[in-house]
């Protein structure tokens, strides 16, 4: 039997290797790609509330599914802004990125 | 050990470790296709808390979709894998440090709490019961995604368009 507690703590380990990569990458690629694992972490946490706390509902699944669609979104207008930025700056290196306009 | 906590245990250790070449590997194309099982061993989580529909859904648009998308951006821009410049700034310790402060944090706050048990079980088929309660209770933020999934798009477009 798999408590709870044990979802919870994958998903805060889950959370913080997304967070590293967020705090120390210097491609803008690569935060995306931590802040996708850091919304999967409160994904999982999400689903496990649903199953363990109120499993008569299924509230917790539906926001994790409009928690997938809006990470979604946010790749989708990440990555955009990625490519608007290596087309005027070369770079996508984010601590080269450091002027408001060109 | 019941065959659950042994799938939890291969799927957690498939996820964190996968993670690991994601956050760390010096390769980007590396750390783009180790999303990949991240995501799949995320999928078989969902599958072992009775969430069908999310993990099908977590297939089609993570492991799909925003991998090849995160894969083709990083194409169009480095132009390789990005082996030849440093991919980690000088805040690696102090990054580290914090990281591993707030899982500490966490994993003592959530082993410390007793965590109650809900009433009722979950309804035995999940995506008819997500599909009634998408229609009915939860119809306002249904069209209100819906709303933001089409702006997105459009603001992704315009972003992403070269200017004359």
């Known amino acids: 039997m798999v408590t709870l507690a044990s979802y919870l703590v994958l998903s805060a380990v889950v959370f913080a290797l997304g967070l590293y990569a967020v705090v120390t990458r210097r491609n803008g690629v690569a935060i995306l790609m931590g802040i996708e694992l850091m919304l999967n972490a409160a994904n999982i946490n999400l689903v496990a509330f649903n199953k363990y706390a109120a499993p008569g509902a299924v509230q917790g699944q539906i926001f994790a599914l409009i928690v997938i669609t809006l990470a979604a979104c946010e790749a989708a207008v990440g990555l955009a802004l990625v490519l608007a930025a290596y087309r005027s700056l070369e770079t996508i290196h984010v601590d080269e990125i450091n002027l408001m306009r060109w | 050990m019941t065959g659950e906590v042994i799938a939890f245990y291969a799927l957690a250790a498939v996820i964190l470790i996968s993670g690991l070449v994601v956050?760390?590997?010096?390769?980007?194309?590396?750390?783009?296709?180790?999303?990949?099982?991240?995501?799949?061993?995320?999928?078989?989580?969902?599958?072992?808390?009775?969430?069908?529909?999310?993990?099908?859904?977590?297939?089609?648009?993570?492991?799909?979709?925003?991998?090849?998308?995160?894969?083709?951006?990083?194409?169009?821009?480095?132009?390789?894998?990005?082996?030849?410049?440093?991919?980690?700034?000088?805040?690696?310790?102090?990054?580290?440090?914090?990281?591993?402060?707030?899982?500490?944090?966490?994993?003592?706050?959530?082993?410390?709490?007793?965590?109650?048990?809900?009433?009722?079980?979950?309804?035995?088929?999940?995506?008819?019961?997500?599909?009634?309660?998408?229609?009915?209770?939860?119809?306002?933020?249904?069209?209100?995604?819906?709303?933001?999934?089409?702006?997105?798009?459009?603001g992704a477009v315009i972003i992403a368009r070269k200017e004359e």
């Open chain 2, 23 to 154: 956050v760390s590997s010096p390769n980007i194309v590396h750390s783009a296709v180790a999303l990949v099982p991240a995501f799949l061993g995320i999928t078989g989580v969902y599958i072992l808390l009775g969430a069908e529909f999310v993990a099908g859904i977590q297939v089609l648009i993570y492991a799909g979709a925003i991998t090849v998308l995160v894969l083709f951006v990083i194409m169009l821009t480095e132009g390789g894998t990005g082996l030849r410049l440093p991919q980690r700034n000088e805040q690696g310790p102090i990054g580290a440090s914090v990281a591993v402060a707030l899982a500490v944090l966490l994993i003592a706050g959530v082993t410390h709490t007793t965590w109650g048990r809900g009433a009722g079980t979950l309804p035995a088929y999940t995506p008819g019961a997500i599909g009634r309660s998408f229609l009915g209770a939860n119809l306002l933020a249904f069209e209100g995604t819906s709303i933001v999934l089409l702006v997105s798009l459009i």
